[in-house]
Nanobody, 115 residues
Framework: VQFVESGGGLVQTGGSLRLSCAASGSIFHMGWYRQAPGKQRELVADITRYGYTNYADSVKGRFTISRDNAKNTVYLQMNSLRLEDTAVYYC?????????????WGQGTQVTVSS
């Protein structure tokens, strides 16, 4: 499975961005991870093919994950962005559980939040 990620960029505090990740095939469980400089990669949000979602506490109420199964695409709508959201965001997918060492990774897209 391969991915095409898009939507990263530079935004001011409080702004919004929408990330997209188009997969080359259908995958049960998809999600977004992020890695900030000097920090470990962390799970941001994930969604199953049936629409069940999970969010990191730090993004609950601000980020929304969704997917279009017909297009094999997952989205991450990010609102009320904060400086600490600055990171490289990675699309990930797995046939079973994207929360546990996903099999497939995107190339990453930079999100930078400035004051």
């Amino acid at each position: 499975v391969q991915f095409v990620e898009s939507g990263g960029g530079l935004v001011q505090t409080g702004g919004s961005l929408r990330l997209s990740c188009a997969a080359s095939g259908s995958i049960f469980h998809m999600g977004w991870y992020r890695q900030a400089p000097g920090k470990q990669r962390e799970l941001v949000a994930d969604i199953t093919r049936y629409g069940y979602t999970n969010y990191a506490d730090s993004v609950k109420g601000r980020f929304t994950i969704s997917r279009d199964n017909a297009k094999n695409t997952v989205y991450l709508q990010m609102n009320s962005l904060r400086l600490e959201d600055t990171a490289v965001y990675y699309c990930a997918a797995d046939g079973v559980n994207v929360q546990d060492h996903p099999d497939y990774w995107g190339q990453g897209t930079q999100v930078t939040v400035s004051s």
